[in-house]
């Protein structure tokens, strides 16, 4: 298949930072859309990639799967967007579409193995997929979503991996108007998930050790903040909430947490992959049939209804633009937790 080079910003080992490179992308075929990417989001994960953090990563890696862009080419068959239009690409570039997790549109749940928009196996010209700290991206139109005409198109982009991630679990478990929902930590994805539960209508907290992040939290439309080093506080929402969205991307005790949980409550881990410590105590579990789970992203058509109901409600994500060339910096920003509330690249500062 023939390719085509273009610029990029990537790793050649966990040692190294990132630096501008070239890549190949592959022309466009019947189903693909061909998107120059304006803005691409930087989130946690990228920068796990980036320093093998989680131990399979390939180099040359090139992260970024938050992207909003312009199309520019779409194949003969493709019917969904046409040139010119706005159109974004989140963490999934490919599934098997076969299986019973695709054809129920939950693709982020392939049996078969989803293909990730960096990182993966790339079916059509071999290696790894390459994501959005690039000039250009080619992806297949079902993977392509589009973009609210109202929405700002830089503060949309991490809507595709901050937005969905918190999105999903808040539908699953069915939040609306007559929800008390927490959100455990308030940094890019806890900020997405306190705007998202407010615009279904949901009684929102703020679970925080900071008592710094309480104006933060209630401008983004938290009714309330616990500090979760305060007793009192603690004890004061003992068997409150229905949901409990939990962001934090480190371990952490999560049993204060499920204590606050109503009967038939649930904690979702969206944040931290690994193993509890200290130990879960299933106690008060048991004896309020309560339940800790964890989510993954949104499938496809998930992720549109995010971005529509987005558009409907304008909400996007807090943001800091940076230039590509400042990315090493941003990630050491990050690790400190120095953003507000998430880091976009403006994608004209590669091509210039």
Same mark, same amino acid.
Request: hydrophobic share 40%.
């Given at each position: 298949?023939?390719?085509?080079?273009? +610029?990029?910003?990537?790793?050649?080992?966990?040692?190294?930072?990132?630096?501008?490179?070239?890549?190949?992308?592959?022309?466009?075929?019947?189903?693909?859309?061909?998107?120059?990417?304006?803005?691409?989001?930087?989130?946690?994960?990228? %920068?796990?990639?980036?320093?093998?953090?989680?131990?399979?990563?390939?180099?040359?890696?090139?992260?970024?799967?938050?992207?909003?862009? +312009?199309?520019?080419?779409?194949?003969?068959?493709?019917?969904?967007?046409?040139?010119?239009?706005?159109?974004?690409?989140?963490?999934?570039?490919?599934?098997?579409?076969?299986?019973?997790?695709?054809?129920? !549109?939950?693709?982020?749940?392939?049996?078969?193995?989803?293909?990730?928009?960096?990182?993966?196996?790339?079916?059509?010209?071999?290696?790894?997929?390459?994501?959005?700290?690039?000039?250009?991206?080619?992806?297949?139109?079902?993977?392509?979503?589009?973009?609210?005409?109202?929405?700002?198109?830089?503060?949309?982009?991490?809507?595709?991996?901050?937005?969905?991630?918190?999105?999903?679990?808040?539908?699953?478990?069915?939040?609306?108007?007559?929800?008390?929902?927490?959100?455990?930590?308030?940094?890019?994805?806890?900020?997405?998930?306190?705007? %998202?539960?407010?615009?279904?209508?949901?009684?929102?907290?703020?679970?925080?050790?900071?008592? !710094?992040?309480?104006?933060?939290?209630?401008?983004?439309?938290?009714?309330?903040?616990?500090?979760?080093?305060?007793?009192?506080?603690?004890?004061?929402?003992?068997?409150?909430?229905?949901?409990?969205?939990?962001?934090?991307?480190?371990?952490?005790?999560?049993?204060?947490?499920?204590?606050?949980?109503?009967?038939?409550?649930?904690?979702?881990?969206?944040?931290?992959?690994?193993?509890?410590?200290?130990?879960?105590?299933?106690?008060?579990?048991?004896?309020?049939?309560?339940?800790?789970?964890?989510?993954?992203?949104?499938?496809?058509?998930?992720?549109?209804?995010? %971005?529509?109901?987005?558009?409907?409600?304008?909400?996007?994500?807090?943001?800091?633009?940076?230039?590509?060339?400042?990315?090493?910096?941003?990630?050491?920003?990050? %690790?400190?937790?120095?953003?507000?509330?998430?880091?976009?690249?403006?994608?004209?500062?590669?091509?210039?």
């Amino acid at each position: 298949m023939s390719t085509t080079t273009v +610029k990029a910003y990537g790793t050649e080992s966990k040692d190294a930072d990132l630096n501008q490179m070239n890549i190949q992308r592959r022309e466009v075929n019947p189903k693909d859309i061909e998107i120059d990417i304006l803005y691409c989001g930087v989130c946690h994960s990228d %920068l796990h990639t980036a320093r093998n953090d989680w131990g399979f990563t390939t180099y040359p890696a090139v992260p970024g799967h938050e992207i909003v862009g +312009k199309v520019t080419r779409v194949g003969s068959e493709v019917t969904k967007l046409k040139v010119g239009d706005f159109a974004a690409v989140g963490c999934l570039v490919g599934s098997c579409g076969t299986c019973k997790s695709c054809e129920q !549109d939950l693709e982020q749940y392939c049996l078969n193995g989803w293909v990730g928009t960096y990182n993966s196996p790339d079916k059509y010209i071999g290696g790894m997929t390459y994501g959005g700290y690039s000039e250009k991206v080619v992806v297949e139109e079902h993977f392509v979503l589009k973009v609210p005409s109202n929405l700002d198109l830089a503060a949309t982009a991490p809507l595709l991996c901050a937005g969905i991630t918190t999105w999903s679990p808040l539908k699953h478990w069915n939040v609306g108007p007559n929800s008390k929902v927490a959100v455990v930590g308030l940094g890019g994805l806890g900020h997405m998930a306190i705007k %998202l539960a407010k615009g279904l209508g949901a009684e929102v907290t703020l679970f925080s050790r900071s008592p !710094d992040k309480t104006k933060d939290a209630k401008d983004l439309g938290a009714d309330y903040v616990v500090i979760t080093t305060d007793d009192t506080q603690m004890t004061s929402v003992q068997g409150k909430f229905d949901v409990i969205i939990d962001t934090v991307p480190y371990v952490h005790d999560i049993n204060p947490y499920v204590a606050t949980l109503a009967i038939s409550g649930t904690l979702v881990l969206v944040g931290y992959l690994g193993g509890l410590d200290p130990i879960l105590n299933t106690v008060p579990m048991i004896m309020g049939r309560k339940a800790v789970a964890a989510s993954l992203i949104g499938g496809i058509a998930e992720t549109q209804e995010m %971005l529509d109901f987005c558009g409907k409600h304008n909400i996007v994500s807090e943001i800091e633009i940076i230039k590509m060339q400042d990315i090493n910096e941003a990630y050491e920003r990050m %690790l400190k937790s120095d953003v507000r509330y998430r880091f976009v690249i403006d994608m004209s500062s590669l091509k210039a």
